[in-house]
C-alpha cells in the first residue's frame, strides 16, 4: 500500500489566492483527519470525517477553510481567500474505524504551504 | 473538550541515558494515549499506544506508563541512540469522540553523542 498520498507537496501562492490541497486516504480506511502544523500552534485537529461525513469541523480556524470528501478515497481542504497566517504544514491522516475505535491514525507526508 | 499537556518542550540527553516525556490530560473518560514520533521534516509516526485498561506497556527500549487517577501518562526511552532524537507528540482520544485525538504541544528530544 502506498499509504496516504498527499498533493501537492509544496505550494507557494499569494495572498487573496485560493488554494486547494488533496489527500487520498489507505484503501480501505473509513477515517480522514486533516491536521494544521505550525510552530506557534503546534498539531491542531482542523476537520475530520466519518465514511465521508464531516463528523468535527471545530477546528476550522474561519469560513475561509472549507473541506470536503465525496467518495472514499479522495479529500480536499480549500482555503479562499488564503493569507499569510495561513502558512503551515497541512497533514492529513486516516485510520480504520472499527467497534472497538482505537486504531492507528496513519499521515501523510504532508502539504507545505507558504502564503506571500 | 480534551486538553493535553506535555513536559519538557526540550529535553538533552547523553547517548545511552534514558529520557522521560509526562502528558497530563483533562477528560477523565479518555481511553486511549499514543505517542507519536516526528523527524525533521517528516510525518508524525505513532510509536507505541496505551489503552486505558492498561498500566504500563513496553516495545524494547520504549515504554508507556499510565495513571488514569492523576491523569498523566508517560513514554520512557531507555538507552537512547542519536536515532531516537526527533519531536516526540503525546495524544489522548475521549471516549465518543470517534477518533479524534488531541495531541500534546511535542518535546524535542536531542541524544547528544
Sequence with gaps: DAGVIQSPRHEV?????EVTLRCKPISG????????????????????????????????????FSAKMPNAS??????????????????????????????????????????? | GE????????????????????????????????WYKQELGKRPQLIIDIRSNVGEKKDQRIAVTLNKTAKHFSL????????????YFCAARQTGGGNKLTFGTGTQLKVEL
Design chain 1, 29 to 64: 480506511h473509513n477515517s480522514l483527519f486533516w491536521y494544521r502544523q505550525t510552530m506557534m500552534r503546534g498539531l491542531e485537529l482542523l476537520i475530520y470525517f466519518n465514511n465521508n461525513v464531516p463528523i468535527d469541523d471545530s477546528g476550522m480556524p474561519e469560513d475561509r
Design chain 2, 76 to 87: 520512557h526511552i531507555t538507552e537512547t541512540q542519536p536515532e531516537d532524537s526527533a519531536v
Design chain 1, 13 to 17: 501562492t499569494e495572498m487573496g489566492q
Design chain 1, 74 to 116: 479522495f479529500s480536499t481542504l480549500k482555503i479562499q481567500p488564503s493569507e499569510p497566517r495561513d502558512s503551515a504544514v497541512y497533514f492529513c491522516a486516516s485510520s480504520l474505524r472499527t467497534g472497538q475505535g482505537f486504531n492507528e491514525q496513519f499521515f501523510g507526508p504532508g502539504t507545505r504551504l507558504t502564503v506571500l
Design chain 2, 3 to 34: 486538553n493535553v499537556e506535555q513536559h519538557p518542550s526540550t529535553l538533552s540527553v547523553q547517548e545511552g541515558d534514558s529520557a522521560v516525556i509526562k502528558c497530563t490530560y483533562s477528560d477523565s473518560a479518555s481511553n486511549y494515549f499514543p
